[in-house]
Each structure stands twice: as C-alpha cells, then as structure tokens.
C-alpha cells in the first residue's frame, strides 16, 4: 500500500489497515531477545526497505555503539547503515552540549558513553569538587567508589546534580531473566543524596523523540512507534500523540495491558512485529522468519 498512513482510534488490537512513512523501532525485546532474532523480524525489516520507508532502530542501552549494533543486526541478517541507529549515547552527548556546554561531568557508565563524551570535547572529572553533572547510566561495573564521588558531589558539595540516559530498571534477557540497568543507578544515587533525577535522555523522554525525528526528517504523524516496553517506547508515543505498536516478544504481557487506562493503550497490541503491516502487504512476503 502506497496511500496515506491511516491513525486508528487507541487501543486498537488489529493491525494496521495501511503503511506510515516512517518507522522507529526498539531492538532488544523487539527484534532481537538477547543473540535471538525475534520472529518475523527481518521479514518485516525487509520488507519495510523493499517498499523505501524510512527506518530508525532507537535504543536506550548505551552499551553498545552504533557500529556494535550495526555488526550485530548484521550477524542476524538484517544488513542497516551507522545513521539508522540512535542511542542514548548520542541523546546524552547531544543534550549536554545544547544546554550545558562547559559543564564537567561524572558518568557512572560504561566505555561506549565514556568515549562518546571525550570524543565530544566534554570534559570529564572524578573529583567531586569539579563535578557539575552525574551521569547514571546502565554500568556493569558500578561501586561504591562511585557511588561516594556521586554522593559527594551531589550532596557534600552541592554542586551536582543527577541526569540518565535511560530510565530503565532491567534489561530483560532470554527466559525470562535480566539484568540492572540504569534505573537501579538512579535509584541508588537518589537514595543516598536525596536529589531527584532532573533530566532524562533516553525513552521515554522528549529529546530522544525529537532527535529521532529529526534524524528521519519526519514528524510524529507520519511514524509508528514498534516496541515491547509500555514505560518507556509506548509512553514516548502516547505523549508525542504518535501512533505506537506493542509487541508481545519482550517485557510487556497482555496481563499489563488489563489494568491500563484507555487512554495509556498503545494503538495496536501484536503478537509479532511483522503484524504491523497490513495484511495486503504481508501476503506479498516470502515465508521467512
């Protein structure tokens, strides 16, 4: 289908009856659970490259870099370019030279960010007396070391204050199991300082929107929203008034949706994503996974 995209009512369960110009999808829980390829994955990717839509895989794990992620979709058989990939490594490093040019940060995080930062001319400190910016990102390696350099930037020398990359508590992985992202960072550095997470550069927040947007050229009508999480990918969306699509493959369940307000529906609830497209596309499709 060619026509223009079609907004249904939220909370629609059917799928969509025609095509958007664009797509910005989640990766893990969406097209890949751990090293798996969730199933009608490249079906859909594919197909969505053979009709020229633009795609955007948009991602709030800044452990990896753009051309880790490349590599990796690669491995899977979905073959994408370095600019089809946004992070919240490259929301953070974007937001703090937008409004805090200058500023000296402490990211608790791992290389990929650090990088990112240096690369960016944005100066980086470990000593609390310098620090204007906490950073609390997912970051297997965090410590009590940290922890102190953020509590005493934060609290004894009142010159800090807390942002994130993402919001997310968990990365979920095969069977059910996960791991602590950035949430539990935030939790901790709020627990022990008091202060309050004042900026957020991942989903659900705005920038990452806006940065997605405009990396697509597109505004928020004319793309769907793919993802598996209701906090974070199907807030975004609702908030932007974007119509989203849940998939069933990662953390949300059809349990989470039965106590949900209509209006915190997302547009379409799916199975798999390769739902999302209209069916007179889908049974144009190759039988592939």
Not at 13 to 33: E, N, Q
Not at 98 to 112: K, M, N, R, S, Y
Not at 230 to 237: K, S
Request: a negative charge; one cysteine or more; glycine letters at 8%.
């Amino acid at each position: 289908m060619t026509g223009a995209f079609e907004q249904p009512a939220f909370g629609e369960t059917c799928r969509p009856s025609s095509l958007a110009r664009g797509y910005i999808l989640d990766l893990d829980g969406t097209i890949y659970l751990g090293d798996a390829l969730l199933p009608g994955a490249r079906r859909f990717v594919e197909t969505l490259q053979a009709l020229e839509r633009n795609v955007l895989f948009l991602s709030n794990n800044p452990t990896r870099t753009p051309a880790e992620y490349v590599s990796k979709l690669s491995r899977l058989g979905i073959p994408v370019d370095p600019d089809q990939i946004l992070t919240t490594v490259d929301t953070m490093t974007s937001w703090l030279l937008l409004h805090h040019p200058g500023a000296t940060v402490f990211p608790i995080a791992e290389q990929p960010l650090i990088d990112a930062l240096q690369a960016s001319g944005i100066a980086i400190s470990d000593d609390p007396t310098r620090i204007d910016i906490v950073i609390a990102s997912y970051d297997r390696l965090f410590d009590y070391r940290k922890l102190q350099i953020a509590f005493d930037a934060i609290r004894t020398y009142g010159r800090a204050f807390l942002v994130a990359t993402n919001p997310d508590r968990f990365c979920p992985f095969p069977g059910g199991r996960g791991e602590p992202d950035a949430g539990a960072i935030i939790g901790a550095v709020e627990g022990c300082t008091g202060a309050r997470l004042q900026q957020n550069t991942g989903k659900p927040d705005r920038f990452m929107l806006e940065a997605a947007l405009n990396r697509l050229g597109l505004t928020a009508s004319d793309c769907v929203m793919i993802g598996d999480r209701l906090a974070t990918d199907i807030r975004m969306a609702l908030d932007a008034g974007m119509p989203s699509a849940l998939v069933l493959t990662g953390d949300a369940t059809r349990d989470d949706l039965a106590t949900l307000e209509p209006k915190a529906m997302p547009t379409w609830v799916l199975e798999r994503i390769d739902q999302v497209l209209p069916e007179d596309v889908t049974v144009q499709l190759p039988t592939r996974a």
